[in-house]
């Protein structure tokens, strides 16, 4: 079994920065492309940023600049920093990744961490 844990969520002020972490874990042979993505109330999930194993990163146009996807292969962990954060950031913020285990290839999500930015 696979397993995200997701860490750094809260409360800032507009201008402000937060780093998110989400930890995979398990029988895990390999993982691929993992990302983040968000749902804000009364509004459908969207894509965030995403991040290869190879380490090619993909932006979405509102977080471009300002928003910072990375990992670290050895811990199968995947970071967001995100800066200047604006009221429209508000949302959950879930990872994902594709991960490779002994019997077969699949997507897997993390629980989800509320990120609320206002004054």
């Known amino acids: 079994q696979v397993q995200l844990v997701e860490s750094g969520g809260g409360l800032v002020q507009p201008g402000g920065s937060l780093r998110l972490s989400c930890a995979a874990s398990?029988?895990?042979?390999?993982?691929?492309?993992m990302g983040w993505y968000r749902q804000a109330p009364g509004k459908q999930r969207e894509l965030v940023a995403t991040?290869?194993?190879?380490?090619?990163?993909n932006y979405a146009d509102s977080v471009k600049g300002r928003f910072t996807i990375s990992r670290d292969n050895a811990k199968n962990t995947v970071y967001l920093q995100m800066n200047s954060l604006k009221p429209e950031d508000t949302a959950v913020y879930s990872c994902?990744?594709?991960?490779?285990?002994?019997?077969?290839?699949?997507?897997?999500w993390g629980q989800g961490t509320q990120v609320t930015v206002s004054s």
């Open positions: 994902n990744a594709n991960v490779v285990t002994r019997s077969l290839i699949s997507d897997y």
């Open positions: 398990g029988s895990i042979f390999s993982v691929n492309a």
């Open positions: 991040i290869t194993n190879g380490g090619s990163t």
